[in-house]
């Protein structure tokens, strides 16, 4: 589990990746839109740089060509020796690695931003490593405080024991943006412009943090992962029923046990058996079904975030 | 059968040529359901895959039911399609293709597809052919007509939809000297395409499995009570017919330079008047609709016409009507 500590030092080498999976469309365009007008990335103390994560799969309008980008930026894959045989994201990954890492370097850079949305109810999350991720906890708080009305979630995926495996994990420091719902290869103008303008607002929050300000301490509210739930399937690996319509959208909400959270195509309807409430998110995600999930299980946790002291100005040059 | 009623019936096929309408009078014999035309429209991917293990629901007496997966292919990679999309290639040019190795796969498909329910405009196809699809627009339960004077269409969609009520249901009419497309129902002498939304591809949603579920019950019980004997009076519908499609405003390289406008967007069948937003630009600008007329968009935003260059259609809004139909065994 890897500890990061709060920067020392303004982040000046900042990127914001969209197209990491090539069919979540409002990151695609996002980039291509500052590809060709960088000005609105641009801050007085810093400036980002758009990067389109997955070409091929953006070409192609689907999630991935060979494997999830967004599980290949392990060691195993970004360490090993280049074949002409590797799949695509695995050479993309070790692109990505030299151009932003190297991951768990001094010279990686000092924050992405990575762009996703799912076909999942998720509204507007934030998704950061763990509890101990103080920066970009600051970030998510600064994001929830300036857009009240927007009800913003923070996710903790990592799960102990694991090696953080998403694109953020290369930089110094990262968060991903994921929000819903919003089908495959649409892209819809509100969710374009929701994404936009928090980018816009995470910029701001690196800006403020390099010109001085100081953060307060604060009790945070984010859901961790306990457990994943698969669909109801046949003998031979086949979907044997759906999510529940009282499940369907319901992400963040509290499920019971004794809820029901599947309907069989024959007409029953399946209970959650668990033992405590849980919290699903990522509920009938249309890329989970491949791995076997309907949605995640993760619990409520509250915690202090300790205080981000101001950057101590750099000492002048002698004169 | 007797002297009188050989008149009679050929009397009314007489009529039938003269005015051009179909008075159905056989009863309906061979149903097929067609599902996953498009692999990742997962509705009827399912139903069908369920149906083919438990047919029960799907059984009427004297009627037989088939469901049928027609790109098993695209279903299995849970993709639109292989080579080319299956729902554009019924026309007699790609089913009369020498088949061969070369052909791209859902054309060697269409034509097996043909060989066991057509072969089209012969005798000996399939009488009624539901094709289930979903859409990522917000068009709800819709009903795809193509031919605007098939009379006992026009029947079972007004049982449809009077059956469905308070639950909305949508007739598109793709009659069109262009725009209409060769679709794998076409085979059949009564296609009827079913279209259920807002879904994302790849993703199934209960509510939308439900909806789909209750329109093909209606659509079999109306065939069985058609079927019968009942006598099904003449009857009105409103449908909403193809004008044209609207592509988006591209730039130089051809990629998109604004998007479906915040107000338009889920308001599929709506009425939309010259002057209302239609798309909104990166740069935030606001392209309002042309023209002097009022139409009603449909597909707006759909995910699959990006590549066909369609970001909604506009259609105008008609009212069609039938004939009684009753069937002649009675």
């Known amino acids: 589990m890897c500890s990061l500590p709060v920067p020392r030092e303004p982040l000046r080498r900042v990127a914001v990746a969209g197209g990491k999976h090539g069919n979540e469309m409002s990151g695609v365009y996002l980039v291509r839109h500052w590809l060709l007008a960088p000005a609105e990335l641009q801050r007085p103390s810093f400036s980002a740089v758009p990067v389109l994560a997955n070409p091929a799969a953006t070409t192609a309008c689907r999630r991935y060509v060979d494997r999830d980008l967004n599980r290949t930026f392990t060691s195993t894959f970004l360490n090993s020796r280049p074949t002409p045989d590797d799949p695509y994201e695995v050479t993309r990954a070790r692109e990505l690695n030299q151009l932003l890492g190297p991951k768990a370097s001094g010279q990686a850079f000092d924050f992405v931003l990575d762009l996703h949305t799912s076909t999942a109810n998720m509204g507007t999350c934030f998704i950061a490593e763990s509890s101990h991720d103080v920066f970009a906890l600051h970030l998510c708080r600064h994001l929830q405080l300036q857009y009240p009305e927007l009800s913003c979630q923070v996710f903790l995926y990592q799960r102990s024991g694991e090696e953080s495996y998403s694109l953020d994990s290369v930089a110094k420091n990262g968060l991903a943006l994921e929000l819903g719902p919003q089908p495959q290869g649409v892209l819809r103008a509100d969710i374009f412009s929701r994404m936009r303008a928090l980018v816009a607002t995470v910029l701001d929050f690196i800006d403020l943090f390099n010109q001085g300000t100081a953060f307060p301490t604060f009790e945070m509210e984010a859901y961790r992962p306990v457990g994943i739930m698969d669909f109801p399937r046949t003998e031979a690996g086949n979907l044997a029923g759906t999510v529940h319509p009282q499940l369907q959208d319901q992400d963040f909400q509290p499920l019971q046990p004794g809820d029901p959270i599947f309907q069989m195509f024959s007409g029953e309807d399946l209970l959650y058996e668990g033992e405590s409430t849980v919290y699903p998110l990522f509920i009938n995600e249309a890329a989970y079904y491949e791995k076997g999930v309907a949605f995640v299980q993760t619990e409520k946790l509250t915690f202090s975030v300790p205080a981000m002291p101001a950057l101590t100005p750099a000492p002048s040059p002698a004169s | ?330």
């Open chain 2, 1 to 330: 059968m007797s002297l009188q009623n050989l008149n009679w019936k050929s009397d009314k096929k007489l009529l039938g040529e003269m005015t051009s309408c179909h008075i159905a009078e056989e009863p309906i014999k061979k149903v097929a359901i067609f599902g996953g035309t498009h692999g990742n429209e997962l509705t009827g991917v399912f139903l069908v895959k369920h149906w083919l293990k438990n047919g029960v629901e799907i059984q009427r007496t004297g009627l037989e039911v088939k469901p049928f997966i027609t790109n098993p292919r695209a279903v299995k990679k849970c993709t639109r399609y292989i080579d080319c999309d299956l729902n554009r290639i019924f026309d007699l040019e790609n089913l009369g293709k020498k088949m061969s190795e070369d052909l791209p796969y859902e054309v060697r498909r269409a034509q097996e597809i043909n060989h066991l329910f057509g072969p089209k405009n012969s005798e000996d196809s399939y009488d009624i052919i539901f094709d289930l699809h979903n859409t990522t627009s917000n068009m709800g339960c819709t009903l795809v007509l193509e031919d605007s004077r098939n009379n006992f269409l026009i029947q079972m969609f007004h049982y449809i939809k009077t059956s469905l009520a308070p639950l909305p249901c949508y007739v598109y009419l793709i009659e069109h000297p262009s725009l209409k497309y060769a679709t794998t129902r076409s085979i059949a002498k009564y296609p009827v395409g079913i279209e259920v939304g807002p879904q994302p591809q790849g993703v199934l949603r209960a509510d939308i499995l439900d909806q789909m579920r209750k329109m093909i019950k209606h659509a079999l019980d109306f065939i069985h009570h058609f079927n019968e004997g009942k006598e099904f009076p003449s009857c009105a519908i409103e449908v909403y017919k193809i004008m044209e499609k609207v592509d988006y405003p591209r730039n130089e390289n051809g990629e998109i330079a604004a998007i479906i406008h915040p107000n338009l967007q889920d308001q599929d069948w709506k009425p939309l008047h010259p002057g209302d937003p239609v798309f909104l630009t990166l740069d935030g600008k606001t392209i309002p609709l042309g023209g002097d007329c009022t139409v009603h968009p449909v597909f707006v935003n759909e995910a699959a016409y990006y590549e066909k260059k369609e970001a909604f259609a506009k259609t105008t809004k008609l009212t069609l009507h039938a004939d009684s139909i009753r069937c002649s065994l009675h």
